[in-house]
C-alpha cells in the first residue's frame, strides 16, 4: 500500500511540537511494515533544507484567490529519513524560517494544501491513502472531493489526524475566494458557525478521522473547542489511536545529545552522569532531587500555574525540590519564570526558546518531568521520560491517562493527579520527593521498569494500517 502524509511539520526538517515528532516517525514505521510512505511538508528555509541533496521532481502554477503563483516540488535524494521526503516551495509564502506564527499563515498554508492537490492530481502515479495532519491541511479532503480542478483524485480515501483540536485555523467567509472553485451546494461542508472552519471541515470529509490517543476521542465528544456536536455525530468513522515514539531517535544508550549513554541496566550511573553536567550549566545541586518542565509555555500545559506551583512547592518542602524548565511561549508566563529564577537562584533555572539538544539532556538528567496539562492529545514528552527513566508527573488527561500509571497502583511507574492547579502539584511534588529518599529501592526498580516498556511505533503502525485497510475497503 502507498500512503502520502501531507502536514505542516516532519521532524527533523521541521519541528514546533509533538506533530513534527509524529510525522517523522510514523511514516517509518509504515515503510517496516512493506508500505511505501511519503510525506510532504512545506520547504520553509531551514537547516536541513541547506545540509542535503533535493531533485526537482515537479514545477506547476496555480491561483490563490485572485493572485497566480508557482510552485515547485523537491524531493530529498538519499531516502534520508527511510521515507520518500517532497518539500513544496512557494517563493513569498512558505519560504520562511519558522513554522508558524507569521500574520499570513492561512494564506500560506491554504496556499500549501492548493500546490499538493494540484501536484497530486498531475502526477501520473497516484497513492493509495492520503493522510492529513492538523487543521493545517485540514481543506485537503473537501478540495480532493469538490474542486472542480482536483476532483480525479477523488476516489482516493482520505484519513484525517487531529493532533490538537483546540487551534482549527478558522477563517472568515470573506476569505473564501481563496478556495478554488468548488461545487457551491458542498458549502456547508466548510462551514461551522458562520465560518470556515478547516478542522470541522476534515472531520466532515475525511473518510476516516483519528486522533492520537483514545481517551482524547472520548474527551472531545465533550469538549472539542466548538465541535462536540460534530465529534458525537461523525463517531462511527473515529479512532483513537496512540502515538508511539521513535525509538532509534529516543534511545539512552545510543542518543548522542547526552553526555552518558546508558540503558536500564546502569541507569543509575547513567542518570547520575546527565544530571551532574545539567546541574552544573544550571547552578543547580547535582545531589537534591532535580524536577523538570519541557514544553510551549501555554494555558493548554498549564504553563500558567508553573510559578506559583514552583514557588509554593520550594517553601512548602523546605528548598528540598529544585526546578529547570524549557519552553517558549505566553509572554506573562516566561517573565514570571525568569523573575523567578532571580528569586530563587540555586533552586529554579530558565531556559526560554527552544533547544532540541539541551530536551534531551534534561529528559536524561532529571528525576521528574512536570506535566500539568489541562489538554493533552497524546504528549510525548511523558514517553520520553519513561524511556530516559525519569518519572513523568501528569494531570490525568487524554494521552497521560492512556501511557502512565500512578505508583500507588500495581506495577506503577509514574505520579498522577487530578486537577491542574498549585495544590496539586505541591502535593505531587511531596509525594515524589517522598519516594526519592524511599529507603527501598522502589525508584530504581520504577526507573528499570519504565525504560523496558514498549511505547514504539509497531503496534500504532500497525492500526493505522487496518483503518486503511478499512476506509479502502
Ligand atoms: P505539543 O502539544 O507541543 O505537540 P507534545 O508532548 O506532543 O506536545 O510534543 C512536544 C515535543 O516538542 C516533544 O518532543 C518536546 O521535547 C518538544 N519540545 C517542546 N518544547 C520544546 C523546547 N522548548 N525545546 C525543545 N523541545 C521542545
Not at 505542516?8 to 511505501?36: H, I
Not at 468548488?182 to 475525511?206: F, H, M, Q
Not at 547520575?272 to 543547580?284: A, I, P, S, V, W
Request: glycine letters at 8%; proline letters at 4%; aromatic letters at 12%.
Amino acid at each position: 500500500m502507498e500512503v502520502i502524509h501531507i502536514s505542516a511539520e516532519c521532524y527533523p526538517v521541521a519541528k514546533a511540537g509533538g506533530l513534527g515528532d509524529v510525522v517523522g516517525a510514523l511514516p517509518k514505521y509504515q515503510v517496516a511494515l512493506g508500505n511505501v510512505a511519503k510525506v510532504v511538508m512545506p520547504m520553509y528555509r531551514t537547516k536541513f533544507l541547506y545540509d542535503n541533496d533535493f531533485e526537482l521532481v515537479h514545477e506547476g502554477g496555480q491561483f490563490l484567490g485572485a493572485q497566480y503563483f508557482n510552485y515547485a516540488i523537491i524531493k530529498e535524494k538519499t531516502n534520508k529519513l527511510g521515507f520518500d521526503l517532497y518539500l513544496v516551495d512557494i517563493n513569498g509564502l512558505l519560504d520562511r524560517e519558522k513554522v508558524y506564527g507569521y500574520d499570513d499563515d492561512t494564506d500560506r498554508f491554504v496556499a500549501f494544501q492548493i500546490a499538493v492537490c494540484d501536484w497530486l492530481s498531475k502526477w501520473e502515479h497516484q497513492p493509495d491513502v492520503i493522510h492529513c495532519h492538523d487543521h493545517h491541511t485540514g481543506l485537503v479532503p473537501f478540495m480532493l472531493q469538490h474542486c472542480f480542478a482536483f476532483q480525479r483524485l477523488a476516489h482516493i480515501p482520505t484519513v484525517f489526524t487531529i493532533h490538537n483540536a483546540q487551534y482549527q485555523g478558522w477563517m472568515g467567509w470573506d476569505r473564501v475566494n481563496l478556495i478554488p472553485a468548488y461545487d457551491n451546494w458542498k458549502w456547508g461542508l466548510l462551514d461551522w458557525e458562520n465560518t470556515i472552519n478547516p478542522l470541522a471541515s476534515a472531520v466532515r470529509c475525511a473518510w476516516r478521522v483519528t486522533t492520537v490517543s483514545p481517551s482524547y476521542m472520548e474527551e472531545l465528544r465533550q469538549s472539542a473547542n466548538g465541535l462536540e456536536a460534530l465529534m458525537n455525530y461523525e463517531r462511527g468513522k473515529c479512532a483513537g489511536i496512540l502515538n508511539g515514539i521513535d525509538t532509534e531517535v529516543w534511545d539512552p544508550a545510543t542518543d548522542p545529545m547526552l553526555v552518558k549513554n546508558y540503558s536500564h541496566k546502569d541507569v543509575r550511573e547513567g542518570k547520575r552522569k546527565n544530571k551532574k553536567e545539567l546541574c552544573e550549566r544550571f547552578g543547580l545541586d547535582k545531589e537534591k532531587p532535580l524536577f523538570v518542565f519541557i514544553g510551549r509555555l501555554v494555558g493548554e500545559k498549564a504553563a500558567d500555574i508553573l510559578p506559583e506551583a514552583i514557588r509554593q512547592s520550594i517553601y512548602q518542602h523546605h528548598g528540598s525540590a529544585q526546578f529547570l524548565v524549557l519552553g517558549s511561549g505566553d509572554p506573562a508566563v516566561e517573565t514570571s519564570l525568569e523573575t523567578l529564577k532571580y528569586q530563587f537562584q540555586g533552586y529554579v533555572n530558565v531556559f526560554i526558546g527552544y533547544n532540541e539538544t539541551l530536551s534531551h539532556l534534561m529528559y536524561a538528567g532529571a528525576d521528574f518531568l512536570l506535566m500539568p496539562s489541562r489538554v493533552e492529545p497524546c504528549g510525548l514528552n511523558q514517553m520520553y521520560a519513561l524511556r530516559y527513566g525519569t518519572v513523568p508527573m501528569v494531570r490525568s488527561t487524554g494521552g497521560l491517562r492512556d501511557t502512565v500509571r500512578d505508583f500507588g497502583e500495581w506495577q506503577g511507574y509514574g505520579i498522577r493527579f487530578d486537577n491542574a492547579d498549585v495544590s496539586d502539584v505541591v502535593y505531587s511534588v511531596g509525594r515524589a520527593l517522598a519516594l526519592y529518599h524511599d529507603s527501598t529501592d522502589l525508584l530504581q526498580w520504577m526507573q528499570s521498569h519504565m525504560m523496558r516498556l514498549d511505547f514504539s511505533w509497531n503496534a500504532s503502525a500497525q492500526a493505522y494500517q487496518e483503518l486503511y485497510e478499512s476506509a479502502r475497503g
